[in-house]
């Protein structure tokens, strides 16, 4: 089966410092990479939808410039939260898409972001 | 974001009991109805999943049934087990390019020995 990796698997930050996730397809190129934010014990808040070359479009209310999304091959996505507040901590999930189709989206283990 | 309404929040079941877990969607655009599965630190794991032009479809103990008229799916899992407690949640999506997954809110799932 096709498999999704993230990395960090979970990790501590100071207040006003930047961190980088990973995203990585490890089996098949992903055409499409989506990032979500899920708050303890609630859903998966879809953030962003990016396609390999071009910027990544955000939903609604997410802050581009402070959840800093690079697709930068088919196999790998980073998420850069800048100026990481308290408020960020959260846990952050991607997905990749095979085809472009949602048959074919496979989701990542997660990344715990906590902010001190 | 376009709505997906789950229910109910909890459920507890006797082991061996059946658990349903129920959604409604609005925009009839999507096309792809996922159910994930998660347990706590994880992500979601894929579960069963169903195109509109059926009206049920079953794997193993994971039955989802389908009124398309209605907008509405559901998860049923049969003969429920220990294991299978978790966190459900339903999803709509479309096939198509330039798709994305709209989750519901998640169904805590507690199976008692």
């Known amino acids: 089966g096709a498999v999704v990796s993230q990395h960090p698997s979970r990790v501590i930050c100071k207040s006003g410092t930047s961190v980088k996730i990973e995203c990585r397809s490890l089996?098949?190129?992903?055409?499409?990479m989506f990032w979500y934010r899920q708050f303890p014990k609630q859903s998966l808040m879809l953030m962003a939808t990016?396609?390999?070359?071009?910027?990544?479009?955000?939903e609604q209310g997410v802050e581009k410039d402070k959840f800093l999304i690079n697709h930068a091959s088919l196999t790998l996505s980073t998420l850069t939260v800048t100026s990481a507040h308290p408020e960020d901590s959260s846990f952050y999930i991607c997905?990749?898409?095979?085809?472009?189709?949602?048959?074919?989206?496979?989701f990542g283990p997660g990344t715990r972001l906590l902010v001190l | 974001q376009q709505q997906v309404k789950q229910s109910p929040q909890s459920l507890i079941v006797q082991k061996g009991g059946i658990s349903i877990i129920n959604c409604a969607y609005e925009?009839?655009?999507?096309?792809?109805f996922p159910w994930y599965q998660q347990f706590p630190g994880k992500g979601p794991a894929l579960l069963i999943a169903?195109?509109?032009?059926?009206s049920e479809k079953k794997e193993g103990r994971f039955t989802i049934s389908f009124n398309k008229s209605a907008k509405q799916f559901s998860l049923h899992i049969m003969d429920s087990q220990p294991g299978d407690s978790a966190t459900y949640f339903c999803?709509?999506?479309?096939?198509?390019?330039?798709?994305?997954?709209?989750f519901g809110a998640g169904t805590r799932l507690f199976v008692k020995a």
């Open positions: 997905s990749a898409s095979r085809s472009g189709g949602a048959e074919t989206q496979y």
């Open positions: 089996d098949f190129q992903a055409t499409t």
């Open positions: 990016s396609n390999e070359g071009s910027k990544a479009t955000y």
């Open positions: 925009n009839t655009a999507f096309d792809y």
């Open positions: 169903i195109r509109p032009d059926v």
């Open positions: 999803a709509a999506s479309m096939l198509s390019g330039g798709f994305k997954t709209i």
